[in-house]
């Protein structure tokens, strides 16, 4: 999937610009969209327009549901690295304040 990159995070949620991608590269129409995810169109209007900063996660859930998109949590190789070196501190942080 494409994202437009367009803005700075302080201006509106990333996930604005992946739901909108997401319709664009789909050919719906929102008011498929809306019919299938119950969403209104004003509030997708909202966060296409830049009136909505931060939707909320079931809104965007439903958004992206109705074009057969799924939201998984998937652990990264980049986070575990960080995790271990935490870990690793804390370890160490601990054995020094145990003596």
Known sequence: MR????????????V??????AWRD???KLSYI???????SAT?????NGKTKRPQ????SAFMGALGFERKW?????????????EAKRQKSKSNGAT
């Open 3 to 14: 994202v437009y990159d367009t803005y700075r995070f302080i201006d509106k949620d990333p």
């Open 57 to 60: 996660n079931a809104s965007v």
């Open 44 to 48: 997708m209007s909202s966060w296409f």
């Open 74 to 86: 998937v652990k990264t190789t980049r986070m575990r690295s960080i995790v271990s070196k935490l």
């Open 16 to 21: 604005i610009d992946e739901c909108r991608t």
């Open 26 to 28: 789909s050919g719906h």
């Open 34 to 40: 809306g019919h299938v995810s119950r969403l209104s």
